[in-house]
């Protein structure tokens, strides 16, 4: 039994689409630890109450106390500050700030742009005991139902989303990382966003002739393929 149990989010098919659960995955390999996984569905929060969180991942470290760590900062941070062995994860304060606004730009630009164009695919991979609550929370935010939401993105908004990723394509421009010569946090922070649609989402969102798809494929065979590995959509 691994010393790490991460709980993460789980749909149909046993896919896990969190993207805030792809960082900490990425993050654990990227430190050469082992972990177990415990499924969870989104209304299945009684088995994260322990850990007084709503939300996955959470994570215990049973070799450091049973440390429980909520949020995939946090969860960063801890692995870094814990295992030192690994290689850096974040590498000192100024790369902590760099790694901080990559992760600011993916959740509110990146996140933002992804969420209308994969929606109604994330209601239709939720198990069904949990689609009732994911359709009722959702188009309270959005302010319609699930499937105009994901239908008028789809006409309006993949060049938007396609025009919001050239800041990726310039920083990598050069370089085979967002991070420089070897992967880190910031590009975990990405790819997460990538797995998160990857795993629900047959819908091409990129043009065949991006440059990002090296980027992408160079992210799924690291830690020998974990992420290429696990089931994608359609």
């Known amino acids: 039994m691994a010393t790490i149990t991460l709980y993460d989010l789980d749909v149909t098919g046993g896919r896990r689409p969190s993207p805030y659960c792809w960082r900490a995955k990425f993050a654990l390999a990227h430190k ?6 415990v499924p969870v569905g989104f209304t299945e929060k009684d088995k994260i ?3 007084g969180s709503r939300t996955v991942p959470v994570l215990v470290d049973h070799g450091h106390g049973a440390k429980v760590v909520k949020d995939s900062w946090d969860i ?10 690994g ?6 304060e100024r790369g902590k700030a760099f790694a901080r606004f990559v992760a ?5 630009t990146l996140h933002g742009a992804l969420f209308p164009l994969v929606v109604a695919d994330i209601h239709a991979a939720a198990h069904p005991a949990d689609q009732a609550y994911f359709r009722e929370s959702r188009e ?3 302010g319609t139902t699930l499937e105009a939401a994901q239908s008028a993105a789809r006409e309006q908004r993949i060049p938007a989303l396609r025009e919001t990723l050239e800041p990726l394509r310039q920083q990598l421009r050069g370089q085979p990382y967002i991070s420089g010569a070897a992967p880190a946090y910031p590009d975990y922070t990405v790819m997460g966003a990538f797995m998160w649609a990857r795993t629900v989402c047959a819908l091409p969102l ?7 798809h090296d980027w992408i494929g160079r992210m799924l065979d690291l830690f020998d393929g974990m992420a290429r590995a696990h089931k994608a959509a359609g």
């Open 206 to 212: 990129l043009a065949n002739d991006d440059p990002l």
């Open 87 to 92: 290689p850096a994860l974040l590498g000192g």
């Open 140 to 142: 309270k935010r959005l």
């Open 104 to 108: 600011a730009w993916t959740n509110v």
């Open 32 to 37: 050469r630890l082992a972990w177990d996984e």
């Open 49 to 51: 109450a322990f850990a």
């Open 76 to 85: 960063a941070e801890h692995l870094d500050e814990s295992y030192t062995d």
